[in-house]
């Protein structure tokens, strides 16, 4: 079992910057890929990043230049740093934590970018 738990989100104004954190416990052995995902309202899910036991990232194409993930193994903590914020991305931010047995979500985190 893999818990997840997220933090950093916010309101924040067009153009500014927020750093998600995601923290886990449990079984991390087992867990290759640590991604964020976001869901805004009437939309479904949608991978947002993702980075590989390896550090190797895959990014949205809205997303691209402006989001940037990372992890630490030891701390078993992954971010997601986010500049240059638009109003279209606010939604519910997911931490997700996917492995040969395992697939967790954490609870999400809302992120508002409004003037």
């Known amino acids: 079992q893999v818990q997840l738990v997220e933090s950093g989100g916010g309101l924040v104004q067009p153009g500014g910057s927020l750093r998600l954190s995601c923290a886990a416990s449990g079984s991390m052995f087992s867990i290759n890929d640590m991604s964020w995902y976001r869901q805004a309202p009437g939309k479904e899910r949608e991978l947002v990043a993702r980075?590989?036991?390896?550090?190797?990232?895959t990014y949205a194409d809205s997303v691209k230049d402006r989001f940037t993930i990372s992890r630490d193994n030891v701390k078993n903590t992954v971010w997601l740093q986010m500049n240059s914020l638009k109003p279209e991305d606010t939604a519910v931010y997911f931490c997700n934590a996917k492995g040969p047995v395992n697939n967790a979500w954490g609870q999400g985190t809302q992120v508002t970018v409004s003037s």
């Open positions: 980075i590989s036991s390896g550090s190797t990232t």
